[in-house]
């Protein structure tokens, strides 16, 4: 099996929570260690990234349908809808009902279409009405799934992701074992074998109530307000980021050497861009 990979999202697909130096964004994500398994299975496999952190869902839909489906995708993964959910007023009757209608344009296509779930966070009793609204939207996503022949990855069904080490300070993003996770899990629901070393979990250590109560505190002082502060700013990190890899690259031709090129590219078009806009 090849073709072309596309991923479009939002930080879950751009790779926030794995930074790597020598990666467009300074990140790698399960999406490009997912591509570098493709390469290694077949050399002539291509692939875009096209996802943006804090995007939400018709940001998505807006900004990067169109350009993935004009590369003619064989494969695209979706994932999007998470950021809309943080909303205090959030109508997820009118989220599912807008991310089906992305993902029937997405399948019309005839790409092979890769959708997710969303982890449900054991966390604070604060966050309750972010975890119901989780759970309303992730029973749609599987619904959907099935309905439209999408290939389903039932990220809050695995639950190893209960553990604290495959999860970044802010417990919204993927650590860079989480990533490895995700990108294992992906390539076996896409049935290509890979080569990812998966570490063993080590249980964390059982702490008392005080203890737990603290950590739960510092978290909502120093992850939770500071985001929800951000959002009623209308603050947001993706509106200066660009694509990490919008135009298809062969993975077998070496990521990290790719990368590099890239930003030679980049470093080029920016005195041009200057010029042209008289700066």
Known sequence: MSGLLVAIGDSFTEGVGDPHLHYPNGLRGWPDRLARQLGRADRTWRYANLGIRSKFLDQVVADQLEP??????????????????????????????????ALQRLVDADAQVVVFTTFEPQTSLLLEPLVRRVRTLNAAVRDLAATHGAVLVDHTRMREFDQRSLWSPDRIHMSRQGHKRMAAAVADALEVPHTLRLRDLVPGKTTGWRHMARTEATFVRDEVLPLVRRRLRGEYDGDTTRPKWPVPIHPADGMKRLAAEQATLERQRRPRDAALHGT
């Open 68 to 101: 993935a489906l004009s590369m003619r995708p064989t494969h695209v993964t979706f994932a999007a809808g998470g950021n809309d959910l943080l909303s205090l007023r959030a109508d997820v009757d009118d989220i599912i009902r807008r991310y089906e209608a």
